[in-house]
């Protein structure tokens, strides 16, 4: 990976432009996530959505995937390939996109509960959600990278829930994936500083019983080792002064 640089007001304008379009389609995506659904038409639709918007996908082609979005469901947790199985009540469904606008690339995600979740599924859900939110509120120049990891885990664990231990957030803008690396646990006090003008992605990932996966026959989909669900929520944020600002969500 690249390191993240201090982005100029350009690139700041560019980027949060990116990240509008973003949080714009996945509402889009989101909403039309139903029971019949497939992950394939979610993709159509979020390629025809950006297209309006004067902006491109920022998965389609990265690395060779044939994608434009990730619909990850249950046991799935990241990376799955758009296609034609019907989503189903109850399903727990991770949505994760990226735009392109101007050169400058922003990433996030949702997970949601196709109907009512389980308990397990509500308590995945939350933890996630709440682990995302309390990261961001550590955010501001000066922070070291192991602040953010320390926080995201501590919340993983109240909840009970397994931070998957090789899936983390990053860097991002100029490319989908540049540095720092932000695992989803740390130690407060290490890793890199952040400085104001960087953008990243802050991204916790966990199932509730396994902190391990494996690679799919597809060579892109990523699963819990012993079966069990998982979820992702991400941001992009840019680094300020005094804190942050939520550029995709």
Known sequence: M???????????????????ILTAVLDILVGLAKPGVTSLALDRVAQEETAKLGAKPAFLGYQGFPGSVCVSVNNEIVHALPNER?????????????????GMITDAARSISIGKP??????????????????????????????????????????????????????VGHQLHEDPVIANYGTAG?????????????????????????????????????GSLSAQFENTVLVTKNGCEVLAS
């Open 86 to 102: 019907k989503l189903q009540n109850g399903d727990l469904v991770g949505i994760d996109y990226g735009v392109n606008y101007n």
């Open 2 to 20: 690249v390191a993240t640089k201090i982005k100029t007001s350009e690139e700041i304008d560019n980027i949060r432009r990116s990240g509008e």
């Open 118 to 171: 389980s308990k397990d599924g509500a308590r995945l859900l939350e933890g996630c959600y709440e682990a995302l939110l309390e990261a961001l509120k550590v955010i501001k120049d000066g922070v070291r990278v192991g602040d953010i990891s320390a926080v995201i885990e501590h919340h993983l664990r109240k909840h009970k829930l397994r931070p998957i231990y090789s899936l983390t957030g990053h860097g």
């Open 190 to 226: 290490t890793g890199e500083v952040l400085k104001a003008g960087m953008t990243i992605a802050i991204e916790p990932i966990a199932s509730i019983s396994t902190n391990d996966l494996y690679l799919a026959d597809d060579g892109w989909t990523y699963m819990t080792r012993d």
